[in-house]
């Protein structure tokens, strides 16, 4: 089985930082695109950032300039760089990624992490 755990989400006041972190394990074969979405209390998940295997990286408009995805494809491992917070980016913030669990087969499916909260506040 997959797992994808998340951590780092916190609390932390206007202007300041945090890093997220999501690491997968379990039976993978293939990984492709990796992920954050998030999701505000009465609002519709949303895509924050992805990042496909090759390192190409896909932004939502209102975090462009403040956060920046990575991966490290030897740990399994996504990052997501959150600077200059403001409020409305609370939210709680799951981590996805595509994969693949059996051997010599192309078949992959979306895995959910089980989300932190991210809490921006003064």
């Known amino acids: 089985q997959v797992q994808l755990v998340e951590s780092g989400g916190g609390l932390v006041q206007p202007g300041e930082s945090l890093r997220l972190s999501c690491a997968a394990s379990?039976?993978?074969?293939?990984?492709?695109?990796m992920g954050w979405y998030r999701q505000a209390p009465g609002k519709q998940r949303e895509l924050v950032a992805d990042?496909?295997?090759?390192?190409?990286?896909n932004y939502a408009d209102s975090v462009k300039g403040r956060f920046t995805i990575s991966r490290d494809n030897t740990k399994i491992t996504t990052y997501l760089q959150m600077n200059s917070l403001k409020p409305e980016d609370t939210a709680v913030y799951y981590c996805?990624?595509?994969?693949?669990?059996?051997?010599?087969?192309?078949?992959?499916?979306?895995?959910w992490g089980q989300g932190t909260q991210v809490t921006v506040s003064s």
């Open positions: 996805t990624a595509d994969i693949g669990t059996i051997r010599g087969v192309s078949r992959t499916r979306i895995y």
């Open positions: 379990g039976s993978i074969f293939i990984i492709n695109t």
């Open positions: 990042i496909t295997s090759g390192g190409m990286s």
